[in-house]
């Protein structure tokens, strides 16, 4: 058996309209990648000014928010309130019922603001937890450099290079990793045993090791690795004219059933049309819904 993962599938995430105004690549929940337990939903979002996610409704999922460029305001019915900058990373939890809006704040330059979305399955016994935040600061997270300098890694969630990050972000166990390899740069991960393991690349073109081959992969491409193996292999050409930049994910798979119905990741079709029922009737986790509206969110509301 080989040491490293081989490559399983890579695609190229197309740009598609979402929100009132916002434009994503779905890196993740379209048909070619329903789901990868834990994981359900990855999106690149692109929200121009003027543009973003007014009033909507989770549950059942923690989302995780991480800021490329601008800054993004967020409001929910809980009372909470606050700002994430370019980055920064939000982890949500959903739980039983949440109504948030997540609005850019205007840039100086009337530049868009640019994140990644990830949504991470809950196991069924915290299906029902409280919703909660756990805000992630740039400055919080820890940074390193390897391979003379050609390699840098923010270690967002999880361990790399036998660096920690920040502890109990979230209540399903996740890495992220934020990688950035510079020409004639290699970068090697250990992956936990059994657990799924992908890519999403932002930057310049990733040579990935695969069945002994290197696989050279482009920008806004997803790369989902086999369970199989122990690493993930990735470098840089010495003679490329740019380095690239991917974010690597990994997680233990949850024994469950993952039903996604829009907004809401619950583990049966009864289940989805219980949250339907709920959030309609402002009941079970959804009380306070009813008649609530964001102060972020009141510009689409004129």
């Not at 700002?83 to 609005?103: C, N, P, R, S, V």
């Not at 400055?139 to 361990?159: F, H, M, R, W, Y």
């Not at 690795?225 to 292999?233: C, I, P, R, W």
Request: hydrophobic residues 40%; contains cysteine.
């Amino acid at each position: 058996m080989s040491i490293y993962r081989a490559i399983r599938a890579s695609f190229l995430a197309v740009e598609k309209a979402e929100g009132m105004g916002g434009r994503v690549r779905r890196a993740m929940g379209i048909p070619k990648l329903r789901n990868l337990s834990p994981f359900v939903l990855l999106d690149q979002f692109i929200i121009p000014p003027g543009a973003g996610f007014p009033e909507h409704p989770h549950r059942g999922q923690e989302t995780i928010t991480y800021i490329l460029q601008g800054s993004l305001d967020h409001e929910d019915f809980t009372g909470n309130a606050g700002t994430i900058k370019a980055g920064d990373l939000q982890f949500m939890t959903a739980g039983k019922g949440i109504m948030h809006a997540e609005i850019p704040r205007p840039t100086a330059d009337g530049s868009a603001t640019i994140g990644l979305q990830l949504w991470v399955d809950l196991p069924t016994h915290l299906k029902n937890v409280e919703p909660r935040y756990r805000d992630l600061r740039a400055s919080e997270i820890p940074n390193l450099a390897v391979d003379d300098g050609k390699v840098t890694v923010k270690v967002i969630s999880g361990q790399s290079y036998g660096v920690d990050s920040v502890k109990d972000l979230a209540y399903t166990p996740v890495w992220i990793l934020d990688v950035e390899i510079k020409p004639g740069g290699t970068f090697l991960q250990v992956i936990p045993d059994a657990w799924n393991a992908f890519i999403y690349t932002l930057n310049g073109t990733t040579n990935f090791l695969s069945s002994g081959e290197e696989m050279p992969i482009g920008k806004y491409h997803t790369v989902v690795f086999e369970t199989t193996g122990k690493s993930v292999s990735a470098k840089v050409a010495a003679d490329a004219k740019e380095g690239s930049r991917f974010i690597l994910i990994a997680g233990a798979p949850l024994d469950q059933e993952i039903v996604q119905y829009g907004p809401f990741v619950v583990n049966s079709m009864e289940e989805v049309r219980q949250a339907v029922i709920d959030f309609q009737l402002c009941q079970n986790g959804f009380e306070r819904a009813k008649g609530w509206e964001s102060d972020v969110g009141k510009k689409f509301r004129k």
